[in-house]
């Protein structure tokens, strides 16, 4: 078990973004925000420019009440930008960019497919920059998203950590991961198509540090789900990194959790968290459907 000897302190600045079309209100002193006060389809443009800058800056957004039709859902995700290319689903019948991610109530596994720390589909040559979930049945207790602000962990460590891990390349695989859940779980996971499923065995090589494309900011690329390697490293030289800065960002100080409620809507913008959601809800049904805009090369 690895024991992080950091106490954060200082360097905490999640005060809400100011808005004259909707009211925000932090969640975290780390991250995160709730949006108040308007419902996505009908946000003006210059509103939805608004959003997106509320978006970079609490990495995390949700709304309440928002109860949004696939097609709805759909048409708020295109003005975010291009669809991501989604590795695992074909998405809902005539819906091709909203993706189901449903437990039934009988469903029991060991694991579950989202389960571990992990940011959305990194294994791809260009992943995807922001994800949109919207939750249309939920359990009674159990179920929480849980974020981790990527960016802050990486102000925490020391300015020679930082500078080493600066040139430093990781390796983004889905074939561990496929093992493990297919091992859990009992079956084959599923991949949107075979050019999927080998681009996830294959994985890509991606910055340990990447930088922001809208605001610059340096953030740590990293994940306890895909990342299994370091460019030029051996297994044992990079493991110790990968584990430390899995748990150095995930410490408590720097997450956000939100607990679910039918209707609501979260937003997160992958190139600057890590986020997992628990196995802890079995006897009950979770229906979500989700939406992810394409990003492009990390640098």
Not at 16 to 33: D, I, Q, T
Not at 98 to 103: E, G, Q
Not at 265 to 287: F, I, K, S
């Amino acid at each position: 078990m690895w024991e992080v000897r950091v106490t954060p302190a200082g360097d905490f600045d999640n005060h809400a973004f100011k808005s004259n079309h909707f009211e925000v209100r932090p969640l975290s002193a780390a991250m995160g925000a709730e949006v108040v006060g308007v419902r996505l389809p009908d946000l003006s443009d210059e509103a939805f420019e608004q959003f997106k800058q509320a978006l970079y800056r609490h990495k995390v957004l949700y709304l309440r009440d928002q109860h949004l039709t696939h097609a709805e859902h759909e048409e708020f995700g295109a003005r975010l930008g291009p669809f991501a290319v989604d590795a695992y689903t074909q998405g809902v019948p005539g819906h091709r960019e909203v993706h189901p991610i449903i437990k039934e109530a009988d469903t029991k596994a060991a694991s579950l497919f989202g389960g571990g720390w992990h940011t959305d589909s990194p294994f791809l040559a260009e992943p995807p920059a922001i994800t949109t979930l919207r939750a249309v049945e939920i359990p009674p207790f159990g179920g929480d998203t849980t974020w981790a602000n990527c960016a802050l962990a990486f102000r925490h460590l020391s300015k020679t950590y930082q500078d080493m891990l600066r040139p430093l390349r990781v390796h983004m695989s889905a074939a561990n991961n496929v093992r493990t859940q297919e091992k859990l779980m009992g079956k084959a996971i599923t991949f949107a198509d075979r050019e999927q499923f080998e681009q996830g065995q294959r994985g890509s090589y991606h910055p340990l540090v990447r930088t922001h494309p809208e605001t610059g900011e340096q953030s740590l690329y990293i994940c306890d789900t895909y990342a299994d390697g370091i460019e030029g490293m051996t297994t044992f030289e990079a493991r110790p990194i990968i584990e430390f800065l899995v748990q150095h960002t995930t410490q408590h100080a720097f997450c956000c959790r939100l607990r679910w409620e039918e209707g609501m809507v979260a937003l997160w913008d992958n190139r600057g968290t890590m986020h997992l959601g628990p196995n802890d809800y079995d006897g009950y049904r979770r229906e979500m459907y989700r939406t992810t805009t394409a990003g492009g090369v990390p640098v």
